[in-house]
């Protein structure tokens, strides 16, 4: 089993940044692809990035290409999501989320666990 303790979500202006943390503990995730998702009110939970096991590989939705990258330290077990140029419509609860399947790339990314989330506002 893994637990996932997302960190670095808060309040910020259009056009800022926020940098946000994914730690995971009970089993190392350095062979394991992560991604993040966000959840906006009354909206599905939406894919927003994933990054492959090894780090090299990446893939990211549409609506935040360019503005957002997905990085992960392996010593460390964490994964991260700098948000740049943030819009209004980047506010949601943003969740971490790691694929139960080892070797795998961002490609093929599948979430089997998952975080509690963390609060992400941008005010126009």
């Known amino acids: 089993q893994v637990q996932l303790v997302e960190s670095g979500g808060g309040l910020v202006q259009a056009g800022g940044s926020l940098r946000l943390s994914c730690a995971t503990s009970?089993?190392?995730?350095?062979?394991?692809?992560m991604a993040w998702f966000r959840q906006a009110p009354g909206r599905d939970r939406e894919f927003v990035a994933a990054v492959g096991w090894r780090g090299f590989s990446t893939r990211y939705a549409d609506s935040v290409k360019g503005r957002f990258t997905i990085s992960r330290d392996g010593t460390k077990n964490t994964v991260y999501l700098q948000m740049n140029s943030l819009k209004p419509e980047d506010t949601a609860v943003y969740y971490c989320?790691?694929?139960?399947?080892?070797?795998?790339?961002?490609?093929?990314?599948?979430?089997?666990?998952w975080g509690q989330g963390t609060q992400v506002t941008v005010s126009s």
């Open positions: 009970g089993r190392t995730t350095t062979s394991y692809a």
């Open positions: 989320a790691v694929d139960g399947r080892p070797l795998t790339i961002a490609a093929n990314f599948i979430p089997n666990y």
